[in-house]
């Protein structure tokens, strides 16, 4: 308990002296990005709003959030997606998916092709199916035509021998000077290829497996240079997520760091030249609740 105490409190340190609200020009709205970071416990869920109105989401979470996504999409206005990204097979980032193709009408499925054998697993592959949706697999240095005003390019996914983390999908999805990193649950040794392929600074990264050992090595976050990292998990998860390392190498590079955790949902806007972080709580309200 002291230890989960001791590191929520070094990431409302970190995050009450760091953070840049920087302001966001907003002279033609549509022409603004928005990211945002849904809170769905020790899993990952990811909604993108493109600059040209496209509607991207990358996991579903775990299978009891599913709604809740489900829900937090149609706050948004959201009617149909454009994107879904299914980044590897684990329960936390595709089980809440499953809920979600029952409800909204989805254009395209990217997966990352590693198969599982999971229940969940099942479900997931025979909604699709049952809903007729169109799914392509994922393939290493592929750019995804969608928003001609953003560069998508998928920068890991599965090859064989590899296991379901380290088969994630990473997205780098660049809008003008405005870099994001969508790390999945890769590990250290897909890390080495990623960092070779990606132009330092990278804005906004999100952290890989919820903080876990391992992923997140110094000399990877040194080669990024990420301004902002966020950590996706569940403040109470069984894994110890994050661990002590990977905030203190957050830490040494810089990096503001802001947790769903601590802060529930998280949204970035951005016009490609400058960026907001809008978090759902207030970093004391977070502190005095811990």
Do not use: C, W
């Amino acid at each position: 308990m002291y230890k989960r105490q001791h590191i929520s409190i070094i990431i409302l340190a970190i995050l009450i002296t760091f953070i840049p609200f920087q302001p966001v020009h907003s002279d033609n709205v549509t022409k603004d990005m928005q990211v945002h970071f849904i809170n769905v416990g020790q899993g990952d869920s990811i909604y993108i709003r493109t600059p040209s109105n496209k509607h991207i989401l990358i996991d579903g979470g775990p299978p009891k959030y599913g709604k809740k996504v489900v829900n937090y999409l149609k706050q948004q206005g959201v009617k149909k997606l454009d994107l879904v990204v299914a980044t590897h097979p684990d329960i936390d980032h595709i089980g809440g998916l499953v809920t979600v193709m029952k409800q909204l009408e989805i254009k395209k499925m990217l997966d990352s092709g590693k198969l599982h054998t999971t229940k969940r697993y099942s479900k997931y592959i025979q909604e699709l199916v049952k809903q007729e949706i169109p799914i392509s697999i994922a393939k290493m240095d592929e750019e995804i035509e969608l928003d001609p005003l953003l560069n998508i390019q998928v920068l890991n996914t599965y090859q064989p021998s590899r296991s379901n983390n380290q088969s994630s999908i990473v997205l780098q999805v660049s809008y003008k000077q405005v870099d994001f990193l969508f790390m999945g649950d890769v590990e250290m040794e897909q890390e080495k290829d990623i960092r070779k392929k990606v132009d330092a600074p990278v804005e906004i990264l999100k952290v890989a497996h919820h903080g876990s050992k391992t992923s997140s090595s110094l000399s990877f976050l040194q080669s990024i240079q990420p301004n902002i990292a966020i950590l996706t998990y569940h403040t109470n998860n069984r894994y110890g997520h994050p661990v002590e390392r990977v905030i203190h190498h957050l830490y040494k590079v810089g990096a503001s760091i802001y947790s769903t955790g601590a802060l529930g949902h998280l949204v970035i806007r951005t016009d490609g030249t400058t960026y907001m972080v809008e978090p759902e709580k207030e970093p004391y309200d977070a502190l005095y609740a811990s």
